[in-house]
């Protein structure tokens, strides 16, 4: 398939980028480095989202050329999904309009576009896109090579999670030394670099910390109140899930996060033989087999009830 797709994007003039709604650094980073691919190949290139990029992202490489707006109505040759296939994924309408194709490695991606290249063995898309340059012959510069680095460090939890692989090392090596950076740097970028503001909203989240089923399921909260007075975003709570899930003897953290009253968007993360996705489907979501996510519509405390029920079932 990434053979298909370097062939029509070749033939391509112009070509439009879009990641998918609340973009995370796998989906960012991904559709920098090809936007910047297809622009040394000297295609007119325009990435075009519907959401900003949390801070950090927008410090990566090339960020700048990320317009808040539809695709529609220009006309395009292509438009590439990174990571959502549909138009609720990506927040783009009236995508039947164009040639699409879908890079995604989630297991539950849509095949809705003309070309799909769906990988679940991929730790993140940014591999693939990695892939992908071979196939399209172009070099790797400083940006191309720190936006997919970027990419993957983030999808694996800086090579910590359970889908790092040996080709995830592999590519990130070559990365760096044909890229010519650091891995700190953007280790830091990525990481290191909260405005105070967004720790004193961490606490408020963190201080939700809640267990069930004899501690092996934590559970963590946002409301909407926590960003009162704060120039942040909910979306800039998306890291947080990696300091709860830390916990020892933790298989399944829930975070809860707010979006209107009476709705929440769940992220699951899970560990060993617990099945992250397993519980996301059975509300109608989706993901990989540690991580996942859904939205529940309803009281939250009856919410949790129904989910513990769920993952009950796995944990025996």
Same mark, same amino acid.
């Given at each position: 398939?990434?053979?298909?797709?370097?062939?029509?994007l070749?033939?391509?003039?112009?070509?439009a +980028?879009? @990641?998918?709604?609340?973009?995370?650094?796998? %989906?960012?980073? =991904?559709?920098l480095? $090809? /936007?910047?691919?297809?622009?040394?190949?000297?295609?007119?290139?325009?990435?075009?989202?519907?959401?900003?990029?949390?801070?950090?992202?927008?410090?990566?490489?090339?960020?700048?050329?990320?317009?808040?707006?539809?695709?529609?109505?220009?006309?395009?040759?292509?438009?590439?999904?990174?990571?959502?296939?549909?138009?609720?994924?990506?927040g783009?309408?009236?995508?039947?309009?164009?040639?699409?194709?879908?890079?995604?490695?989630?297991?539950?991606?849509?095949?809705?576009?003309?070309?799909?290249?769906?990988?679940?063995?991929?730790?993140?898309?940014?591999?693939?896109?990695?892939?992908?340059?071979?196939?399209?012959?172009?070099?790797?510069?400083?940006?191309?090579?720190?936006?997919?680095?970027?990419? +993957?460090? @983030?999808?694996?939890?800086?090579?910590?999670? %359970?889908?790092? =692989?040996?080709?995830? $090392? /592999?590519?990130a090596?070559?990365?760096?030394?044909?890229?010519?950076?650091?891995?700190?740097?953007?280790?830091?970028?990525?990481?290191?670099?909260?405005?105070?503001?967004?720790?004193?909203?961490?606490?408020?989240?963190?201080?939700?910390?809640?267990?069930?089923?004899?501690?092996?399921?934590?559970?963590?909260?946002?409301?909407?109140?926590?960003?009162?007075?704060?120039?942040?975003?909910?979306?800039?709570?998306?890291?947080?899930?990696?300091?709860?899930?830390s916990?020892?003897?933790?298989?399944?953290?829930?975070?809860?996060?707010?979006?209107?009253?009476?709705?929440?968007?769940?992220?699951?993360?899970?560990?060993?033989?617990?099945?992250?996705?397993?519980?996301?489907?059975?509300?109608?979501?989706?993901?990989?087999?540690?991580?996942?996510?859904?939205?529940y519509?309803?009281?939250?405390?009856?919410?949790?009830?129904?989910?513990?029920?769920?993952?009950?079932?796995?944990?025996?």
């Amino acid at each position: 398939m990434k053979h298909r797709i370097a062939e029509k994007l070749l033939s391509c003039r112009r070509i439009a +980028i879009s @990641s998918h709604v609340r973009p995370d650094a796998d %989906s960012i980073g =991904s559709g920098l480095a $090809l /936007a910047l691919m297809l622009k040394e190949l000297g295609k007119e290139v325009h990435y075009r989202n519907i959401d900003p990029a949390p801070h950090p992202l927008q410090q990566l490489p090339g960020y700048d050329m990320v317009e808040y707006r539809q695709v529609g109505p220009t006309p395009f040759d292509a438009v590439v999904l990174i990571e959502g296939a549909t138009e609720e994924r990506t927040g783009q309408k009236k995508l039947s309009s164009y040639f699409t194709i879908n890079i995604d490695h989630h297991a539950t991606s849509s095949h809705d576009a003309e070309l799909n290249w769906v990988d679940p063995e991929a730790a993140a898309v940014g591999e693939l896109i990695y892939e992908l340059a071979g196939e399209l012959g172009v070099e790797f510069t400083h940006d191309i090579a720190f936006n997919l680095y970027a990419a +993957i460090a @983030s999808d694996t939890g800086s090579f910590r999670y %359970s889908n790092t =692989s040996y080709q995830s $090392l /592999a590519i990130a090596a070559e990365l760096v030394l044909k890229g010519g950076f650091s891995p700190c740097d953007v280790g830091n970028l990525l990481f290191n670099s909260n405005p105070p503001e967004k720790i004193h909203m961490m606490t408020k989240v963190l201080s939700t910390l809640d267990f069930a089923l004899d501690n092996r399921v934590a559970m963590i909260e946002f409301h909407r109140s926590f960003l009162a007075g704060m120039n942040l975003r909910e979306i800039e709570t998306e890291d947080i899930i990696a300091v709860a899930r830390s916990v020892a003897g933790v298989q399944c953290l829930l975070f809860f996060k707010e979006i209107e009253d009476q709705l929440f968007r769940v992220s699951v993360r899970s560990r060993d033989h617990v099945s992250a996705q397993r519980i996301a489907q059975t509300f109608a979501g989706g993901g990989h087999h540690h991580a996942a996510g859904f939205f529940y519509h309803g009281d939250l405390e009856r919410g949790k009830e129904e989910i513990l029920t769920i993952i009950h079932q796995q944990i025996l």
